[in-house]
């Protein structure tokens, strides 16, 4: 599929345009289609996850960062204090862009999953082509 093709099918210029609520909505539903339980948190106090994702008894904590630059060291920090607090066993950080240097090393010594632009948008080609069987065999 060419590059512009799979642009295009991921609606990943839909999320650009997206505030930061209704990016954690959009993931909620996107994790959801993968078979997790997802629990969008309160906008205020949400203790550095916005999202409570549940599969298989694991608990996973994601801060979504709908950015136009790349998201730093921050992101990391809180999504990792939150683990403890919703006690999850793991962290992601979720962005339509990509992340600082920082970001990378601070993720990789503390186990943090960072999710970027370009798997982002796997994820939701997956998600879209799985659907699409579904609807062709169902």
């Known amino acids: 599929m060419a590059a512009t093709t799979r642009l295009r099918n991921s609606g990943i210029a839909e999320i650009d ?3 930061g609520r ?17 629990e969008v948190t309160q906008a205020a106090g949400d203790y550095g996850a916005d999202l409570v994702l549940t599969k298989s008894g694991q608990r996973i904590v994601v801060q979504a960062k709908r950015y136009s630059k ?3 060291l921050k992101a990391v920090q809180e ?3 939150a ?3 919703y006690r999850a066993s793991s962290a992601w950080v979720v ?3 990509d992340y600082t240097e920082q970001a990378y090393k601070l993720a ?8 970027n632009r370009e798997q982002l948008i796997e994820i939701i080609l997956q ?11 169902g």
Do not use: P
């Open 22 to 38: 209704q990016f954690e909505k959009y993931l909620g539903l996107l994790f959801s289609a993968q078979g997790y339980k997802a």
């Open 79 to 81: 999504v990792y204090g």
């Open 127 to 137: 998600v879209k082509q799985k659907n699409s069987v579904t609807r062709k065999v």
């Open 95 to 97: 962005t339509n862009s």
């Open 83 to 85: 683990v403890a607090h």
């Open 17 to 19: 345009k997206m505030d």
């Open 108 to 115: 990789r010594s503390n186990n943090v999953r960072l999710i």
């Open 70 to 72: 790349n998201v730093g």
